[in-house]
């Protein structure tokens, strides 16, 4: 396989993250919404693949559930792709960047000790888009779980061992770190199956899909609102 290769949230609080300079030369600030929901892509360098081998996409989960408890976060679906991965977050805390800095950087590392490599892993900075409300939450969880078809990969996300649908439906034991509230808020697995199922069927028929993903509105302070 390898191979072929959001109901508003009251009380949000806005604010701007210092990040670091590249040769003297200052980042663009950051903006994390404490309490908001966040679609996360971080992408190989120049579209290079970040996962050679079932190890790798091992150690992606295994760090991502470290980092979930460890930042405050909330995940509610993943998906690692050959060259790039997708979370769906909630933040408790000012702890987005600092997070994806430890888990993008502690994979890195042990990507290259694996592989007898070195060299950026990833390409610049990991790309967050705030989704809108949690009655767009699940669509967010859909659109990442159904990456690997949108890519042609496989034919169905549970035939996609590397992200949460597997446990959403109930096909394999949920992680500890995984919430499955958008699960819930769907009306548990089977109507989740059915509503991911509405998508792929899109997908496969060849039809636009893009009224049953999430289209970006334009960036606001650095980021993208996802509606």
Known sequence: ???QACAERP?????????????GVPRQ?????????YHVTARGNSGDPIFLDETDFDRLVAFLSRAVPDFG????????????????????????????QW?????????????????????GRYRPSIVQSEHHLAYACRY?????????????????PWSSYRAAVGLTPA???LSLDSVRRVGGPKAYEEFVAELVAAIQSGSDPKGL???PLPKTKGQTLWV
């Open 144 to 160: 990442v779980e159904c990456n690997p078809v949108l890519a042609g990969l496989c034919a169905h996300p549970r035939d996609w």
């Open 73 to 100: 976060w909330r995940c509610f679906a993943y998906c690692a792709m050959p060259n790039h991965f997708h979370l769906v977050l909630q933040i408790s805390r000012e702890s987005l960047a600092g997070g994806m």
């Open 1 to 3: 396989m390898l191979n």
């Open 213 to 215: 993903t999430l289209a």
């Open 11 to 23: 009380h949000l609080e806005t604010r701007r993250i210092r990040s670091a300079t590249v040769d």
């Open 103 to 123: 888990l993008s950087g502690i994979y890195a590392r042990t990507f290259n000790n694996r592989h007898n490599r070195t060299g950026h892993v990833f390409g």
């Open 29 to 37: 600030p950051r903006y994390e919404v404490v309490g908001a929901y």
């Open 175 to 177: 992680p500890a770190f």
